[in-house]
């Protein structure tokens, strides 16, 4: 998310930082890359042309010239700027009960499973909330929602087979919702074309007869230059009352992000970043302009990691860890412990510093099908060698690796790593090294018990 962004933006600061004497053509040159960069993460040519002038009327004043490191004061008004065109503060949803929530969008943009991570996410907070399914046109659309809400443990209202009338579906929703003691009902409409005016017609119907305190618009983070368009033409048509923006995991531009929130005045509420249910928060303007500036989002790491492992557990593991007692066993905790995490890299991501570092990293370092291979060596361990690394000789691995589908080589090279990983457990100086390069947290490597490299280089692990 935002790479291409940030690796960008990051060159040009870095030039920045090294002039001892800011001129005013330093500060042209450098907003130029800037919109440059911009423009090719798919920001809308409008919305780059007054953020930038917005950031040069403030880079040109006499403060930042006579500054002792003028450079970092330039860094901080690009950081401020970029805060308050992605919305300034979080915005939380109008949820007073009944609270109605109509998700429109595009085709493919993911709305069925936003609704149902929704859900699961107002569920956590203690609410009730239902699912009404609204899309008559896509086939299995319905089966695809009923299937979600079983899966987050919430009731969810499927319509009469064939039936085309949305009005009398959402009529026969509410009537149902009385008896189901919710608190907010989401509604999950069909995706439609922005040249659809039959659909749109029928949204602004539906939309009339629900009344909803909100009214999201769930757009594809990849739409780019499009994305303006689109969100001006549903506020248009129903007016939205916040974004939802989706699959910014696999989107390396992100630019959709700033156009939207900029053209439309509405906040984005929340992001998805992953297939799972749980891949799925509040958006926090203040902490993605840090992750796009490359300075980290340590509060969201911090609270992903809150949210999905349970503490007594991850305190018995850093005991281990730090006594070097781990094991094989210890190593199947950690990656599924991991797991629960989301993906790695994307987890790694919100460590200030991390674009710097990770070239360094192997391309498959974070390859799902890698950690699966990993995790079927283990397996084929016997409960001893689990615990007993140092009995895996000869024939034992030979039959690892035919009972885990990998090769011999494959088997060595694993349990070589994981020797050199265990002997760094013991070494809390190591991570510190480490975390030098992620922007000075060295208080990060104590609480992790050492799990860095030495001499400038990332550890190459077995994971």
């Known amino acids: 998310m935002f790479s291409s962004l940030s690796d960008n933006l990051d060159k040009t600061f870095r030039n920045l ?34 953020f930038i002038a917005k950031v040069k009327e403030k ?25 308050e065109l ?16 109509l998700l429109c969008g595009l085709n493919g943009a993911g709305k069925t499973t936003t609704a149902g ?30 299937t979600l809400a079983e899966q987050v443990g919430v009731p969810c209202f499927t319509p009469e087979p064939g039936e085309k009338n949305l009005v009398k579906v959402a009529k026969q929703a509410l009537t149902w919702a009385q008896d189901q003691n919710g608190t907010t009902l989401i509604f999950d409409t069909a995706g439609r074309q922005e040249i659809d005016d039959h659909l749109i017609e029928e949204l602004k119907e539906l939309h009339q007869f629900v009344n909803p305190s909100e009214t999201l618009l769930v757009a594809d983070s990849a739409t780019g230059q499009q994305a303006v368009s689109v969100a001006r033409h549903f506020d248009e048509a129903v007016g939205i009352t916040g974004i939802i923006l989706t699959k910014l995991d696999g989107d390396a531009r992100g630019g959709a992000a700033l156009s939207m929130r900029a053209v439309t005045g509405k906040p984005i509420k929340f992001i998805g970043e992953g297939e799972k249910l749980d891949q799925f928060g509040v958006f926090h303007p203040d902490r993605m302009a840090s ?38 066993n210890d190593f199947l905790d950690q990656m599924n412990m991991l797991r629960k995490l989301g993906p790695l890299d994307g987890l790694l991501g919100m460590l200030p510093g991390f674009n710097k570092i990770k070239k360094q990293i192997p391309s498959d370092a974070f390859d799902e099908g890698r950690m699966k291979r990993m995790e079927a060596i283990v397996l084929s361990m016997t409960p001893k060698e689990r615990t007993t690394p140092q009995l895996i000789k000869g024939t034992r691995r030979k039959r690892i690796a035919a009972g885990s589908g990998n090769t011999i080589i494959e088997v060595n090279r694993f349990l070589k790593q994981f ?11 190591k991570m510190k090294d480490m975390m030098k390069q992620l922007g000075g947290m060295e208080g990060m490597g104590d609480m992790m018990g050492g799990m860095g490299g030495a001499g400038g280089k990332l550890p190459k692990l077995p994971f």
């Not at 880079?59 to 805060?83: C, H, R, Y």
């Not at 265990?422 to 070494?427: A, G, L, T, W, Y």
């Open 17 to 50: 930082r090294g002039v001892g004497k800011i001129s005013e053509k330093n500060i042209t040159d450098a907003l130029r890359e800037i919109r440059l960069s911009l423009l090719e993460a798919d920001v809308e040519f409008g919305v780059a042309k007054d």
């Open 59 to 83: 880079a040109m004043g006499a403060d930042v010239f006579k500054s002792i490191k003028p450079g970092e004061q330039i860094v901080k008004i690009f950081n401020d700027e970029l805060t």
């Open 86 to 101: 992605l919305g300034s503060d979080a915005s939380p949803l109008d949820l007073n009960p009944p609270a109605h929530i």
């Open 117 to 146: 991570k929704l859900a699961r996410r107002l569920q956590k907070e203690g609410r009730r909330p239902l699912l009404i399914a609204c899309d008559l046109y896509r086939p299995a659309a319905i089966d695809q929602l009923a």
């Open 291 to 328: 992750r796009i500036l490359g300075m980290g989002d340590v509060v969201s790491m911090v609270e992903t990691a809150a949210e999905n492992i349970d503490e007594k557990e991850a305190m018995n593991a850093a005991k281990r860890l730090q006594s070097g007692k781990f094991d094989f």
């Open 419 to 429: 020797t050199q990983m265990r002997k760094m457990m013991k070494s809390k100086g």
